[in-house]
């Protein structure tokens, strides 16, 4: 069982930046794929980054690649979403989630946060 907290959402004006922060419970973090999803107002949750188990891969909605980092700290438990250039397209709750896997996914993810609110005004 893994449980993930977020934190760092909040209010940021377009072209601003935030770094949002998840952290994980649990000792065998570095065995878990990690990724941040998104929900806006009237959409479907979407896929934003992930990241594999080491750090070395990374994969990104095409929407925020060259914008957004994903990074983890396995010595923390912890995964990062730097977002730069934000757009008030960006604003949404964003989660945090994991899966008990060695690779870099975009889907599937079996532990999921609560989330954290992020909104970029114009």
């Known amino acids: 069982q893994v449980q993930l907290v977020e934190s760092g959402g909040g209010l940021v004006q377009a072209g601003g930046s935030l770094r949002l922060s998840c952290a994980a419970s649990g000792r065998t973090f570095s065995s878990y794929a990690m990724g941040w999803f998104r929900q806006g107002p009237g959409k479907e949750r979407e896929f934003v980054a992930g990241i594999n188990w080491s750090g070395g891969s990374t994969v990104y909605a095409d929407s925020v690649k060259g914008r957004f980092t994903i990074a983890r700290d396995n010595a923390k438990n912890t995964v990062y979403l730097q977002m730069n250039s934000l757009k008030p397209d960006d604003t949404a709750v964003y989660f945090c989630?994991?899966?008990?896997?060695?690779?870099?996914?975009?889907?599937?993810?079996?532990?999921w946060g609560q989330g954290t609110q992020v909104t970029v005004s114009s």
């Open positions: 989630a994991a899966k008990f896997s060695l690779r870099t996914i975009t889907n599937d993810y079996t532990y």
